[in-house]
């Protein structure tokens, strides 16, 4: 095989298993459809779903090098060690804080989005 198409392979290859195996992953995946068919509904405008698309690209992406750092992680031992412990924490204060921020730019966009609906509504 080619080997770029070998790489796509693998990396296609890690996507699967960590949504299978991981359930934060899962939870993301779930809550990023519920987003997507929210802003079908709202019909978000293109710079909205920009933001809304890339802000659940980067959440998942964290969550998916979070797992992956756990995972190194255990794999070189399980033993107690400050560095992984500091290396686990702060992979998780990153998953955090893109988690964080993307519930305040999904706030921004689809509650005035809903009192507009609401006004057109009553
Ligand atoms: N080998 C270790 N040495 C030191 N501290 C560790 C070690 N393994 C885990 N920890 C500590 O325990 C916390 C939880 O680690 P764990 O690997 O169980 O991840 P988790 O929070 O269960 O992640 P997830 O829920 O995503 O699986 C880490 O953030 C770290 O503070």
Do not use: Y
Request: proline letters at 2%.
């Amino acid at each position: 095989m080619n080997s770029r198409l070998k790489s796509f392979s693998h990396a296609f290859r890690g996507l699967c298993d960590a949504v299978r195996n991981e359930t934060n992953i899962k939870i993301h995946v779930i809550a990023a459809i519920l987003v997507i068919t929210f802003g079908l509904f709202l019909q978000l405008s293109s710079i909205e779903w920009l933001i809304v698309l890339f802000c659940i690209g980067l959440v998942i992406s964290m969550e998916i090098i979070n797992t992956a750092i756990e995972q190194l992680a255990d794999a070189i031992s399980t033993d107690f060690h400050p560095k992984i412990k500091s290396a686990k924490d702060m992979a998780a204060g990153a998953v955090l804080i893109s988690a964080i921020m993307a519930f305040i730019i999904g706030l921004l966009i689809f509650v005035p989005k809903l009192f507009q609906l609401c006004q057109t509504q009553a």
